[in-house]
């Protein structure tokens, strides 16, 4: 089946800084790929929709200037979460969507912000 | 307005022991795509089953099964003569085509020896 592949899979970072997740989809192109953040014992939730050539499209309560997107190929959307702080540690998941009814999920990427 | 809801947080049973899952979903779509997914403690999302809308078939893998009824808004999963190795959350999710995927919070299921 399709893969895609998140990178890093873990990252702790110092307050302040900044981390880029890159998500790509290995073996199909994907014009639509989607950010979504999970915290501890709970579920998925979206973040954002990551559109190749145009600007994502954020989700309500998501600051657009933290989370920055670029998708700037078919297979490629990173995720730069802006002066990181704790309560952004989370596991940060994307997944490339293939068909109306298929998309693929990257295995996550765990942030830790001290 | 779109929703998914499991209601069950945790689950607890016996390895052997059969156990469903329950899910409920909410869509004003006519077409939609409902999802399984398994979330082992590695925290990578394993795709189970995918169903559409206009399929109300039953389904069996292995000692997995899934009904989908529409009359109730439910698509229930079922695992039969369960082990350990399926001890993970499992997520219940919604897709009204191409665009946000709606997941619900998700069963703990815990298998004992």
Redesign the interface.
């Known amino acids: 089946g399709a893969v895609v592949s998140q990178h890093p899979s873990r990252v702790i970072c110092k307050s302040g800084t900044s981390v880029k997740i890159e998500c790509r989809s290995l073996d199909f192109q994907a014009t639509t790929m989607f950010w979504y953040r999970q915290f501890p014992k709970q579920s998925l939730m979206l973040m954002a929709t990551s559109n190749e050539g145009s600007k994502a499209t954020y989700e309500q309560g998501v600051e657009k200037d933290k989370f920055l997107i670029n998708h700037a190929s078919l297979t490629l959307s990173t995720l730069t979460v802006t002066s990181a702080h704790p309560e952004d540690s989370s596991f940060y998941i994307c997944s490339a969507r293939l068909r109306v009814d298929t998309q693929y999920f990257g295995p996550g990427t765990r942030l830790t912000v001290l | 307005a779109q929703k998914v809801t499991q209601a069950q947080t945790e689950i607890s049973v016996v390895e052997k022991e059969d156990v469903t899952l329950d899910c409920v979903y909410e869509t004003r779509d006519t077409t939609y ?1 409902l999802f399984w ?1 398994k979330q082992p403690p ?4 394993v ?1 189970l089953i ?1 169903r ?1 809308s206009f399929d109300e078939q039953n389904e069996i893998s292995g000692r997995y099964s899934w009904n989908f009824q529409k009359s109730t808004s439910s698509f229930n999963f079922t695992i039969t003569a369960s082990q350990v190795v399926d001890s993970a959350v499992y ?1 219940c999710a919604l ?1 009204t ?5 709606i ?4 069963t ?1 299921l815990f298998v004992k020896a």
């Open positions: 795509y997914y590695s925290g990578e999302l795709f995918r559409n997520f897709d085509g191409g665009f946000k995927t997941f619900g919070a998700g703990r």
